[in-house]
């Protein structure tokens, strides 16, 4: 039985500027969005027809209501979904994990996720599935790519190519996708370059924000059979001088090189199974020194990250229910040191030989009753362990992370970690009427702690080795309603916090991590109109609210009241519109947290498109406003065109000013 496309779908395309088939008419579509095997709280999309350039994937995802980013430079957005970040996100890349190489995140999954190659972000708020592991309490962001189809014995060819650019920063973007083959296989070739400067914002103040990525791969797939397909690909990102004006550090280098293996094949009608098989590595490095002037102690940290990821699933399709189960494998190891290139000699085993591993299983079902009525529910079982090898191995100034350990928490025990993690949901969603609809959910996620929480060692920065898993219990409730020409949807969520992993700096000013209770709750809308044949009106508002329910006041990196408010006019080759960006101010901080004001910024956009070339024109910040985002690495002392001034201490990192782009894009 064929799901339903929900509305959030389809008002997320609306709220991006997407161009709806409206009375027959074929028009421009700006956004491609995919309808099936949609639930409520997730939607489909394709980032290759999207509006305004990105500087990377998590820039790209905070146009999407509810999914918010936290700025450190002009690169490395890190997505943040219901004030949930980090492995609270489940961020998988063609099936597979990718754990960055910073403790402080420069480069979150997104960074590796070039957007031009990808055919599908699906984006899940909530927990909506449990087949891609534990935890994703936040939600789950899945970046895909679809095998090519060719009929015949004759080869086939297609592809895309594009360029764009961005004056604010002279960000300069170009990309290419080739795809030949025929009924018996297929190959993949596929490549993106970004080169930026520094962007400046409202007030013409120079941002050290620059960057420059390249980054490509190939994929050979077999389809000896239409049931079956095996695929090897390869793909490398490459990473240089990126500039992040919210850390004392700039990444001159970072190298991400993955492998990935995929077999699905359907045994029959009602039977089929599919497997992931992926290796992925980083090596990064930071410093304080290649791209800002010389310090008087010369600081330097290369790190490495490597992750394996496995998955196996059966999808049965039954009389009146879709079953799936399967099992996951994902292990990450990393090691990091801080250098002092000043002395020559290893400060700090700040990821001391980190091991994290977690192995499972699970099983859900989707049971119609009916045409109006759905009932799924979910279980899946986990279990974690984590280990620091180098932990009692002394530094080349004498520093031993299991030290640190004891004198920061009194930890004398042993230092490796496991325990169970236990998953699971149940979901029900009525079709009221022809137009009307709802639906319900609870959940239950836990997530253990990532290797900086657990075991970073660093004399002003330690992590906790006797850290507790996350527990989420989450309740969601969503009413939809589509008519002809207008559509709404607001869904809400509660979600209570047992023994939440809270970072925050102890009496002597070290940075700490420790269980607390919290809560987070909050509340979603987005609508669209359609009138006067031509013009569509959307918008979209998000609030979340989280609460430290021990010491009270709020937990970081919560956004306040966000939304955009569009007015678009659709012709069949063309369109044009004006989008009102807006945000409250926020003043219930976390810590380390800096106050920000609210503000309302306007964007101007055009598409036209000929044949299979689309060109696309607009001005992000029209009025040039100097504004910031709430979830932001405060600039303060680290951004060296400000370090000098002593006003700038607790400045917090402005977004661009105005911005002139233009893309192009071609189809064959």
Known sequence: MPRRLPLVALVAAAAWGSLAQAQGTDTLSTIV????????????????????????????????????????????LDPVIRGQQGNALNVLIDGGYVFGGCPNRMDPPTAYAPLHSIDRVTVSKGVTTLQHGAGGSGGTVLFERSAPEFEGDAVGQQGSVGASYDDNGERVGLYANLEAGNQQGYLQVFGEHQNASDYEDGDGQRIHSGFETTSGGITLGLTPSENTELALGYEAVRERDVKFAGAGMDSPESDNDTVRLRLDHAFSDTLSMENRLQ??????????????????????????????????????????????YGVNVLQNERNAEIINDSKD????????????????????????????????????????????DAAYQPSDSGVVAADLYRNVYGVERDLDHDAWLVGAFLRGEQRLNESDS???????????????????????????????????????????????????????????????????????????????????????????????????????????????????????????????????????????????????????????????????????????????????????????????????????????????????????????????????????
Not at 43 to 55: D, I, V, W
């Open 33 to 76: 969005v995919e309808g099936t095997q949609q639930v409520p709280g997730e939607l489909s999309l394709s980032p290759k027809s999207s509006p305004a350039p990105a500087a990377d994937a998590g820039e790209w995802l905070r146009r999407l209501n509810g999914v918010e980013g936290i700025r450190m430079g002009g690169h490395g």
């Open 279 to 324: 290796y992925t590595t980083i090596d990064h490095v930071m410093d304080n020194y290649s791209l800002r002037a010389e310090p008087m102690m010369k600081m330097r940290s290369p790190t490495e990250s490597d992750t394996f990821t496995w998955k196996s699933m059966f999808t049965q399709q039954l009389a009146d229910s879709d079953l799936r």
């Open 345 to 388: 000699m290893v400060a700090f085993l700040s990821w001391p030989d980190v091991t994290t591993r977690q192995a499972g299983a699970f099983a859900e079902l989707d049971h119609y009753l009916g045409e109006r009525t759905i009932v799924s529910g979910g279980l899946r079982l986990d279990y974690s362990e984590a280990s620091a």
């Open 438 to 668: 709802v639906f319900a959910s609870v959940s239950r996620a836990e997530r253990d702690a990532d290797a900086t929480e657990r075991y970073f060692a660093k004399n002003d920065w330690v992590g906790n080795p006797e850290l507790d898993p996350e527990v989420h219990h989450q309740l969601d409730l969503g009413f939809e309603r589509r008519l002809d020409m207008a559509g709404f949807e607001v869904v809400a969520f509660a979600d209570r916090v047992d023994d939440y992993i809270f970072r925050s700096a102890n009496a002597d000013g070290v940075s700490t991590y420790r269980n607390i209770d919290a809560t987070l709750y909050g509340l979603e809308l987005t609508g669209d109109l359609r009138w006067a044949h031509n013009w569509e009106t959307r918008g979209q508002l998000s609030w979340v609210r989280g609460d430290n329910l021990d010491d009270g006041g709020a937990l970081s990196d919560i956004a306040p009241l966000r939304g955009q408010l569009s007015q678009f006019y659709v012709a069949d080759a063309w369109e044009a519109g004006l989008t009102a960006r807006f945000s409250d101010d926020q003043d219930r901080l976390g810590p380390d947290e800096v106050a920000t004001s609210g503000y309302v910024v306007l964007d101007a956009e055009a598409a036209w498109q000929w044949q299979a070339l689309t060109l696309r024109t607009g001005v992000s910040n029209l009025l040039d406003k100097t504004y910031s985002d709430f979830l932001n690495r405060n600039r303060s002392s680290s951004d060296p065109f400000l370090s000098s001034d002593p006003e700038s201490e607790e400045l917090p990192l402005n977004e661009p000013g105005r911005s002139v782009w233009l893309a192009v894009d071609y189809a064959f």
